[in-house]
């Protein structure tokens, strides 16, 4: 028995076994359930995904219509996912960037009412914003006819937010909406707005729990040899804050993604609504359910795949494995 005294052979041998041990329980919980939906006449499968889905969905990158199958809805419902999590990811890091900054600076009531929004956003429920955000503030807005123009292009009615775009060009108001330009809708508008708002209180701790990692030590060494405040900033401080910043900000990448699965409440066609219409109509919970596993499992490991070359990138070279 001289492997067994071996500590690695033993932690081989243990991973083997609770690798065994999982195997068969979930071949257990695949036999029994394979076995009640066929006492129930219940058809197991992803044929289904070829038949014609026969509703709509209000929100598309890509032209759809009720003729096209279910496994084009299910794209389209993909795509409206990706449109949401890339889009809030860029605006909440824009915005917790600089509140985390204003949470530092050294004038009193900028970090005061930065500490305020943070403490406000982090600790009301992202659902309840969701809410608020639809149901109270853009339903308050105007109609189109009369919307309101903040920045000189930028458009906002109780029909969503109008943007130049390019390609499309600026919103010109013509009969009842806006044509041209990139138009939000309510619901996209809501979503976006407080999906990043609630993700970027949790963004900006983290930029300014980073900044506070850099060693004294290295800011005064960089002010003695005569660089300006902007230098250090650049050279010094934020090279030094990404390696702190960059694996809990990727945390808060994910949750906004999975939050997204929220839009169903506030009547945005993401993946989960278009899933659950899906089921509703063919009776597939089973494979629904797993197709949205799947789709969430792969767009978290791909926001945590580019988020860790990111963050190798930055790395100090002796700290690359």
Wanted: hydrophobic share 50%.
């Amino acid at each position: 028995m001289a492997f067994w005294n071996d500590r690695r052979t033993r932690g081989y041998l243990y991973q083997i076994a609770a690798l065994g041990g999982v195997v068969l329980v979930g071949g257990i919980l695949v036999s029994n359930t394979l076995d009640n939906l066929a006492r129930q006449n219940i058809a197991t499968g992803f044929g289904f995904l070829d038949r014609e889905a026969g509703f709509g969905i209000s929100e598309h990158l890509v032209d759809y219509s009720p003729a096209d199958t279910y496994l084009r809805a299910l794209c389209i419902g993909l795509l409206n996912t990706f449109r949401i999590s890339a889009a809030g990811i860029v605006l909440c890091s824009l915005i917790g960037i600089v509140v985390g900054f204003a949470r530092l600076a050294p004038n009193i009531l900028v970090a005061r009412l930065a500490s305020v929004y943070v403490e406000i956003t982090r600790n009301i429920p992202v659902l309840l914003q969701l809410f608020f955000w639809y149901a109270v503030v853009i339903q308050a807005f105007p109609p189109p006819a009369a919307a309101w123009e903040p920045i000189t292009g930028v458009f906002l009615s109780n029909r969503g937010i109008a943007i130049p775009w390019p390609g499309l060009g600026a919103p010109v108001f013509e009969g009842f909406n806006f044509r041209g330009g990139a138009v939000l809708s309510p619901e996209l508008s809501a979503l976006l707005i407080g999906l990043s708002i609630y993700t970027s209180g949790f963004v900006a701790e983290t930029v300014r729990g980073g900044i506070l990692s850099v060693p004294k030590g290295q800011l005064e060494a960089a002010r003695a040899v005569g660089l300006t405040r902007f230098q250090v900033l650049r050279f010094v401080t934020m090279p030094l804050a990404l390696r702190a910043i960059v694996p809990p900000t990727t945390n808060q990448y994910l949750n906004l993604t999975k939050n997204s699965a929220l839009a169903v409440a506030i009547g945005y066609p993401d993946f989960v609504s278009v899933a659950n219409t899906t089921i509703n109509q063919t009776g597939q919970a089973i494979e629904g359910v797993a197709l949205i596993m799947a789709a969430y499992l792969t767009i978290s490991l791909v926001i945590s795949a580019l988020m860790n070359w990111f963050n190798r990138h930055v790395a100090l070279v002796g700290e690359r494995s």
